[in-house]
């Protein structure tokens, strides 16, 4: 899947709330090494560089658009290409940041403990992902597959639960943690313009589907999906959609630091 960095940024505000109630619940003081794992255009770097400005910070992410934005904009951290399923640093890294990233990956019961011995002991794993999947705005994808003539196509591609519940998440994680937090948030995004939630996920989980068709059917099925979408998510009597988008966040220490 190819990442159009302008559409994906079109609701950068609403993106860069929960990546800051995550950083600011990371009580690093002084790391030496952070990496933002699953960058995109790196939009976050200049919030990194700014709670950490001593540190080394490296952007980590497998998109060549989205980096060579990365890049341009921002010269003062350093910006890798890499599978973010396989990827691991040389060495253990203070903090390993992730923001609405690792639900693009599968089998979580081994990537999250994998991710936590990237970890110094005593440093830090954070990370957000979507928890939206059951809402309209996701949901109505899957319909829009099912009932439509691209259904053999795409279903494959179908992935029902890309974020567990936090309980889970907890029990993966615990045994090698000293300091685990974890928590949900709803964010109740007020958004302007034209079918605004078709426009939102078309940045984001939309666009892998979108981009296995051809036309007519790709311009067939958005038309569908935006049909279906905005009949879920109406326009408030200011000319507002309201868009309930739920987040799931986790801080985990790993054991073994000083004094442990």
């Not at 992410?61 to 350093?78: F, I, K, V, Y």
């Not at 609405?100 to 830090?124: C, I, S």
């Not at 939206?132 to 591609?157: C, D, K, M, Y």
């Amino acid at each position: 899947m190819g990442w159009d960095p302008a559409q994906y940024l079109k609701f950068a505000d609403e993106r860069l709330r929960p990546a800051l109630d995550l950083l600011q619940r990371i009580p690093a003081a002084a790391p030496e090494t952070v990496v933002d794992l699953g960058c995109g255009a790196g939009n976050l770097a200049p919030l990194l560089l700014q709670r950490w400005p001593q540190a080394k910070l490296i952007g980590v992410d497998s998109s060549p658009e989205m980096l060579a934005r990365a890049r341009a904009d921002h010269p003062g951290a350093t910006f890798e290409q890499s599978d973010v399923a396989s990827w691991r640093p040389p060495r253990p890294v203070d903090v390993l940041y992730s923001n609405a990233a690792l639900h693009w990956l599968d089998h979580h019961e081994r990537l999250f403990p994998a991710l936590l011995q990237a970890v110094k002991p005593g440093g830090w794993l954070a990370a957000q992902m979507p928890r939206n999947f059951g809402a309209p705005s996701h949901a109505t994808i899957v319909q829009t597959i099912e009932q439509g003539p691209w259904r053999a196509q795409l279903e494959p591609l179908v992935r029902r639960r890309p974020t567990e519940e936090p309980q889970f998440y907890w029990k993966v994680l615990s045994g090698g943690t000293c300091a685990l937090d974890i928590w949900e948030c709803e964010y109740l995004q007020a958004m302007q313009g034209e079918n605004p939630v078709a426009e939102f996920t078309k940045g984001s989980w939309l666009k892998q589907f979108l981009d296995r068709l051809q036309e007519p059917q790709r311009g067939a099925f958005e038309a569908d999906y935006r049909r279906r979408v905005a009949a879920a998510y109406p326009k408030q009597a200011d000319g507002r959609t309201l868009f309930p988008f739920r987040r799931l966040f986790i801080v985990a220490q790993r054991a073994g630091g000083p004094g442990a």
